[in-house]
């Protein structure tokens, strides 16, 4: 009985050294397999890591061009108000020049047209009537002598001016005759003016005789018309 049951012992023993065994052996087993998922898993980290890693970089540029696009778009507007801004302003400028140029034009219209009724108004203060003569006579009347006596101020007071006396006489007598005629009426006038005060060298005297007659009428009417002394004003010459 004591032999039996000490075999029952060994062999329980032996049975539980081979679970033991056994189990061991499951312990490994089950340590190789967590650390093989372990590993496993590490790289498949690692491998999803260098993939996102790959994409991020590949991608990377993907998300800059439109930074770049965006940074480009704004600099072409920044450049077209840039370049609108210029030309606002060059067509500020033109108007600006365009007005000016117009107001100097019509300053200078203005100048002009107040010299040009300056010199007619001065013009009209200088002409003196035409004097007329009896027939074949040369001698200043009165009344001659108080037109041409009432014409002197203007010419003292525009000493520039210059005056030439035309002598003329009607359609008798020759051409000769009426030459010398009229060229001792014009020198009777100019002499009296003279007398009057305007400087000799302003004064010119020409004879036209029968030729430039006023009146071309054949009567007594129109031969006093004739029969004259007539002034021809000459403006001072521009340097």
Not at 17 to 39: D, E, P
Not at 114 to 123: E, G, N, V
Not at 125 to 141: A, G, M, S, T
Not at 204 to 229: C, F, V
Request: with cysteine.
């Amino acid at each position: 009985m004591k032999e039996a049951g000490r075999r029952n012992i060994t062999e329980l023993e032996r049975r539980m050294g081979m679970m033991k065994k056994n189990l061991v052996w499951v312990g490994l087993v089950v340590l190789v397999m967590c650390l093989s998922v372990t590993f496993l898993t590490g790289c498949a980290k690692k491998t999803s890591l260098k993939e996102e890693a790959a994409v991020t970089r590949e991608q990377k540029p993907v998300v800059q061009a439109p930074a770049k696009a965006v940074t480009d778009d704004q600099a072409a507007r920044e450049r077209a108000l840039r370049e609108q801004a210029l030309r606002e302003q060059a067509l500020r400028d033109q108007a600006l020049r365009d007005q000016a140029a117009k107001a100097a034009k019509e300053a200078a219209d203005k100048a002009k047209r107040d010299a040009a009724a300056k010199a007619a108004a001065i013009l009209k203060e200088l002409q003196i009537p035409d004097v007329n003569f009896d027939f074949d006579k040369y001698n200043l009347k009165p009344e001659a002598q108080a037109i041409l006596k009432a014409g002197v101020p203007a010419y003292l007071k525009y000493r520039e001016y210059k005056l030439v006396v035309e002598g003329h006489c009607d359609e008798r007598g020759t051409v000769e005759y009426n030459l010398a005629l009229g060229d001792k009426r014009a020198a009777e006038a100019a002499k009296y003016l003279v007398d009057l005060g305007i400087v000799k060298e302003r004064i010119k005297t020409i004879s036209y005789g029968r030729e430039m007659p006023l009146d071309k009428g054949h009567d007594e009417t129109a031969w006093a018309k004739n029969r004259r002394a007539h002034f021809v004003i000459f403006p001072p010459t521009k340097n």
